[in-house]
């Protein structure tokens, strides 16, 4: 079985972002995702302030090409007024043609 | 603390295949596995037409020859027919033998 | 876009670890997690029987020197008694201040 590397690329926001998260990751190219909740706390953008509540985890597989537009996007639109986290790792599938 | 690099495996799935899917990596050679829900939008298997709904995410690790046989069983059997995703990653682990 | 290499360390433990556990990774160092419920199966520390039931999975991204002390911690202190498992993988990050 022949495997292919891309990216998952995983999101952490709060919850009101939802929309707007799935929206950004199809411009982008992605394909599909996953979504599910997840409670947490962490640093608040550039006020660090504490919060802490119900976030949306997504979670998509895609290109490096697709991985670094999301990242961007992300970056530059959420990172200084939203808790959003944005990270990439490296996974193996099948059928790449389901992600491309 | 010595780490050793294994295998996790996701896959995610329509829930109604959640006790196939569980009996196939345990077949396969996994001992143990986390499950969860996760919402999503994909493609379905050869008729790339549109679906929505709950799927089980499964998560095991494994050595790189169970994370084979497990993907090859689920390609085979699956891809055709359903809407599944199945992905590997490299994991670093205490407790090998906890996996193996 | 600067990407920056960190480790995502994932706990799975019994429900009722879990406030031990988040003040296990603060005290670490870890600035953040987030947390879902999972069910699962798997071994028992030494005694390897059979437990199924609600987990909880915590995730957070800490340096490399942060992940080994949250590891140390939970193997020495929990392997022996509960059913916990840790790992880590490698992750790309922005704005690694979030998390260091």
Known sequence: MQ???LKLVTIIAEALLEERMLE???RAGARGHSLSR???QGTRGIH???WEGDNIKIETIVSP???NQIIEHIAQTYFAHYAVIVYTQVVEVVRS???L
Request: hydrophobic residues 45%; glycine residues 6%.
């Open 38 to 40: 997840v409670s947490g």
């Open 48 to 50: 660090a302030s504490d």
């Open 97 to 99: 043609e389901k992600y």
């Open 24 to 26: 950004a990751i199809q």
């Open 65 to 67: 090409e697709v991985a």
């Open 3 to 5: 495997m292919v590397q």
